[in-house]
């Protein structure tokens, strides 16, 4: 047998090996093992560890950047959604067009592991914020910083891209509310506050929540 062949075989076995070995301590719902030792739970393969030093071993049986995504479950809606149109513009989201929503399997085992990255789960079209923005008697255009297309139940938190879950935000107030998110993603993460807990207080009442939590009006 030549050279070639022979590294060939060998690189096979590492990377089997490291697939192995990367499974066996993965948090749920990981799909990729990073170069330098994080965890990706992209939903695609395309931009898996792109800020980690590429991809060390797929977790999910693929190989291209063109393989399966990640199984985030089912959108649970916190409640029906009734409306599509003629939505209410404030400081709040309309609950009957934008109740907030959730990833069934995000589940704090997995948005509390040291690899989780919003940016691997986010995945919200320049056409479904138009949509958001016309539900709201916009105009489907960008607007830069001065609105945003918000995730009621934040990334974070579990939320999910469904529609029933954006809402348009004006500055500052989605920089305002991304405070607690990361406070709130602290305590359950810690154990001092039920996932579920968090998600539907922040999606029913997220200002009441701010004040609890700071002390004073947002």
Request: charged share 15%; net charge positive; hydrophobic share 40%.
């Amino acid at each position: 047998m030549g050279l070639r062949p022979i590294l060939l075989v060998l690189a096979t076995v590492a990377a089997c090996i490291a697939v192995a070995g990367a499974s066996a301590s993965a948090p749920p719902g990981a799909t990729a093992q990073c170069r330098d030792g994080t965890y990706s739970f992209a939903v695609h393969h395309q931009g898996a560890c792109s800020h980690h030093g590429g991809v060390a071993a797929w977790l999910d049986g693929g190989s291209s950047a063109s393989g399966t995504s990640v199984d985030l479950g089912r959108t649970v809606v916190l409640r029906a959604r009734t409306r599509t149109a003629g939505c209410a513009l404030g400081a709040d989201p309309d609950r009957r067009c934008s109740p907030g929503a959730y990833y069934s399997r995000l589940t704090t085992p997995v948005i509390c592991a040291a690899g989780f990255r919003t940016s691997a789960i986010r995945n919200v079209s320049d056409g479904m914020r138009h949509t958001v923005e016309i539900e709201y008697g916009l105009a489907p255009r960008a607007y830069g910083r001065t609105l945003e297309i918000d995730h009621i139940v934040p990334l974070e938190l579990g939320g999910s891209n469904d529609i029933a879950n954006l809402y348009p935000e004006r500055a500052p107030g989605y920089h305002t509310k991304d405070q607690l998110e990361n406070v709130l993603r602290a305590r359950v993460c810690s154990g001092a506050m039920q996932l579920r807990v968090a998600q539907a207080g922040i999606a029913s009442n997220w200002r009441g929540l701010y004040r609890e939590v700071f002390g004073a009006s947002p």
